[in-house]
């Protein structure tokens, strides 16, 4: 093969009942400039068989075995051997629709301005038995245009991971995988973004992503909710310091017990809160590790406080946003969500 312009990186662990599939849907992308390089971590079943079968001979199919490492071993390894400018990522047990290489290349090709380029997804699970992650991906798949990923990658990950195509010069810029007990890849979104890395969406479902009982998220502590909490304080600190100055207190809106375990981090990262904001009427006036609660209502204006909306109730972000903004608060410039 010549240089292709895309590598598909798909990493692999004990999935030969579902990698065939997976390996066909590649496979059959109307784009044809790309390689599939297949890293098997170590499986102990038929995933690499079931891969080759699968490929029927494609020369655009390479296999790489490797010790048994775990996810960020077999995706570095993946991307060490890509040849292409464009890095996409694809997992053993979704699909991708036939348009999705096509369209994530063109929108690259087409804005310059941007680094990683995701789809939207649909969910390929049972919507009644795993509500919270179907909501998850209503909450993603809505946000498409690079402000709005930015603006809203506190609250959960922002873009589906096997769903992204990213230019491979962001690893020698910004790194790339890292090996730690975090989401490897909201820890990877966190930091390019931070970095200035733009992020967008083709306005188009162009993946199944399917809820298996062993997908990782669901088996790993890397992805537990602390994991995820502790990732986001971190970056979270970071894009407060840059907005806050001398005078300016920082304030955490919710005052109950849960939201402040959740963000304890953030003092141990150096942010300093100056209190809370909270609408239980218990609690407004009051003292809470502390510090002051206050109503929203009571809040300094804009110039003296930066709010961070950390309440996880689902509809309560968009409440609070709005008591923001009326009050003239300006979204990534005096408050984040980051529930």
């Excluded at 990683?116 to 909450?139: I, M, P, S, T």
């Excluded at 304890?264 to 609690?283: M, N």
């Excluded at 003296?304 to 990534?332: H, K, M, P, Y």
């Amino acid at each position: 093969m010549e240089t292709p312009l895309v590598s598909v990186v798909l990493p692999a662990h004990d999935a030969a009942a579902t990698v065939g599939r997976g390996v066909r849907t590649v496979l059959e992308q109307t784009f044809r400039d790309f390689e599939l390089i297949v890293v098997d971590d170590g499986s102990v079943d038929d995933t690499v068989r079931e891969a080759l079968a699968a490929a029927g001979g494609d020369p655009r199919l390479r296999v790489i075995e490797i010790p048994h490492g775990g996810i960020v071993r077999a995706l570095s390894a993946g991307i060490e051997a890509a040849r292409g400018d464009l890095i996409a990522r694809m997992d053993a047990d979704d699909e991708m629709l036939p348009r999705r290489l096509e369209a994530q290349v063109a929108l690259l090709d087409r804005r310059a301005d941007i680094g990683v380029v995701g789809c939207l997804v649909e969910f390929g699970g049972d919507r009644d038995d795993a509500r919270g992650y179907a909501l998850h991906v209503d909450w993603l798949n809505a946000l498409r245009e690079p402000d709005e990923i930015a603006l809203n990658r506190f609250v959960e990950s922002p873009v589906a991971h096997p769903s992204v195509t990213f230019r491979r010069e962001l690893i020698d810029r910004h790194g790339g995988y890292v090996e730690s007990d975090e989401p490897e890849d909201y820890e990877l979104w966190l930091r390019w973004m931070h970095a200035g890395v733009r992020f967008a969406k083709v306005p188009e479902v162009l993946l199944r992503w399917n809820d298996s009982p062993a997908r990782m998220s669901r088996t790993s502590t890397r992805y537990s909710r602390d994991a995820f909490y502790t990732c986001k304080s971190r970056y979270l600190a970071r894009f407060v310091r840059d907005r806050v100055g001398p005078g300016r207190g920082v304030w955490l809106w919710g005052a109950g017990r849960q939201t402040r375990k959740r963000f304890a981090a953030l003092e141990s990262e150096g942010i300093e809160l100056a209190g809370y904001v909270d609408i239980d009427p218990r609690k407004i006036g009051q003292r809470v590790a502390g510090r002051p609660v206050r109503a929203a209502r009571d809040l300094p204006g804009p110039g003296n406080a930066f709010v961070i909306g950390g309440v996880g109730v689902r509809g309560a972000r968009d409440e609070i946003c709005a008591s923001l903004e009326a009050r003239g608060f300006r979204l990534g410039e005096d408050f984040v969500p980051a529930a």
